[in-house]
């Protein structure tokens, strides 16, 4: 049986009144530290959202910003993997979690430092027919444990890769109410941006926070073998641009995406100057240009 964080953390359950109210005031102390928080979402799972989460830290890394990730995403928490920390053993103090640190100090927590040495994924307690239920209930308070109870210290920007699905907005609304804003990952299929269209009228409405923009992964790929002109789907581009919606960034397939992860080192560090390392590249300007913007009124 995995063990969750909470069974690491918690003391038994006694309390809980006192407990709740505590933690929402550690969670007030530590979020006012961090200058910028900004969610990675998409309408489903496998289109590269992590990828682009790991990527993005490293830019901001680069840039001389104190990054923190956050791997909210429960049952594929990949982060670890692509930041080559994978279970590295987690201090436990008084005060919280210290996270486990990346390349360049990036600050990093995620379900995987808690999980057993087996690849179960966590376990959903509850009866069958609403697992549902519980799951989005679990998730969201695991990302509120992760948010409170861990010594994020000072940062310029914490970046939350949220779980697949849009229906766990109005808690995280309640979580971070100054979420500075929110980049979408899709592919370039039609069906993915119907998917994403209905995450971005979600996360504007509950989680009111702007849309930073879209980013169109695995973009442009060639066929190799049937010598097609072109992208196989329809592109982010014209639908985006129809609803006025940013793209921040088409992210061309590259297998060696897929490599670093294995190796654990983020693939700007390896190959920033390959066309795919500059279009990852241009979306980390575009989110640095945003927060600019905001930050300084
Ligand atoms: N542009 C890309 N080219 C090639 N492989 C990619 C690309 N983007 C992501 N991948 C690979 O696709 C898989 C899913 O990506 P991941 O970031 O884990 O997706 P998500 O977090 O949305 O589930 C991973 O194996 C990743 O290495
Ligand atoms: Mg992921």
Same mark, same amino acid.
């Given at each position: 049986?995995?063990?969750?964080?909470?069974?690491?953390?918690?003391?038994?359950?006694?309390?809980?009144?006192?407990?709740?109210?505590?933690?929402?005031?550690?969670?007030?102390?530590?979020?006012?530290?961090?200058?910028?928080?900004?969610?990675?979402?998409?309408?489903?799972?496998?289109?590269?959202?992590?990828?682009?989460?790991?990527?993005?830290?490293?830019?901001?890394?680069?840039?001389?910003?104190?990054?923190?990730?956050?791997?909210?995403?429960?049952?594929?928490?990949?982060?670890?993997?692509?930041?080559?920390?994978?279970?590295?053993?987690?201090?436990?103090?008084?005060?919280?979690?210290?996270?486990?640190?990346?390349?360049?100090?990036?600050?990093?927590?995620?379900?995987?430092?808690?999980?057993?040495?087996?690849?179960?994924?966590?376990?959903?307690?509850?009866?069958?027919?609403?697992?549902? @239920?519980?799951? $989005?209930?679990?998730?969201?308070? *695991? &990302? /509120?444990?992760? #948010?409170? =109870?861990? !010594?994020?210290?000072?940062?310029?920007?914490?970046?939350?890769? @949220?779980?697949? $699905?849009?229906?766990?907005?109005? *808690? &995280? /609304?309640?979580? #971070?109410? =100054?979420? !500075?804003?929110?980049?979408?990952?899709?592919?370039?299929?039609?069906?993915?941006?119907?998917?994403?269209?209905?995450?971005?009228?979600?996360?504007?409405?509950?989680?009111?926070?702007?849309?930073?923009?879209?980013?169109?992964?695995?973009?442009?790929?060639?066929?190799?073998?049937?010598?097609?002109?072109?992208?196989?789907?329809?592109?982010?581009?014209?639908?985006?641009?129809?609803?006025?919606?940013?793209?921040?960034?088409?992210?061309?397939?590259?297998?060696?995406?897929?490599?670093?992860?294995?190796?654990?080192?983020?693939?700007?560090?390896?190959?920033?100057?390959?066309?795919?390392?500059?279009?990852?590249?241009?979306?980390?300007?575009?989110?640095?240009?945003?927060?600019?913007?905001?930050?300084?009124?």
């Amino acid at each position: 049986m995995p063990k969750r964080y909470r069974d690491v953390k918690g003391d038994g359950g006694s309390n809980i009144a006192g407990q709740v109210v505590e933690q929402r005031q550690r969670l007030q102390a530590r979020m006012a530290q961090i200058r910028s928080k900004v969610a990675v979402m998409s309408g489903k799972g496998g289109v590269g959202k992590s990828t682009i989460t790991t990527n993005l830290a490293l830019f901001f890394a680069r840039e001389g910003f104190r990054v923190g990730v956050v791997d909210a995403d429960l049952n594929g928490p990949s982060l670890a993997r692509m930041f080559g920390v994978r279970r590295q053993p987690l201090r436990i103090e008084e005060q919280g979690v210290l996270p486990a640190e990346g390349p360049l100090g990036i600050r990093l927590i995620s379900m995987d430092f808690f999980l057993g040495s087996d690849e179960r994924p966590v376990v959903w307690e509850g009866p069958q027919a609403e697992s549902f @239920l519980w799951r $989005g209930t679990l998730e969201m308070q *695991t &990302l /509120r444990e992760f #948010l409170a =109870d861990t !010594q994020w210290g000072a940062l310029d920007l914490l970046l939350i890769d @949220l779980p697949p $699905g849009i229906d766990r907005f109005s *808690t &995280l /609304r309640d979580l #971070l109410p =100054d979420l !500075q804003g929110t980049v979408v990952v899709t592919i370039p299929s039609a069906v993915s941006h119907l998917v994403v269209l209905k995450a971005i009228t979600l996360a504007r409405e509950i989680l009111k926070a702007p849309l930073i923009g879209v980013v169109e992964n695995m973009s442009g790929y060639l066929c190799p073998t049937c010598q097609q002109e072109g992208p196989l789907f329809p592109s982010a581009r014209e639908t985006m641009a129809r609803l006025g919606i940013p793209l921040l960034g088409q992210i061309p397939f590259d297998p060696r995406l897929a490599e670093a992860a294995d190796q654990g080192i983020p693939y700007l560090l390896l190959h920033g100057d390959t066309p795919v390392g500059q279009a990852l590249g241009r979306v980390g300007e575009g989110v640095k240009s945003f927060l600019e913007e905001v930050n300084s009124v």
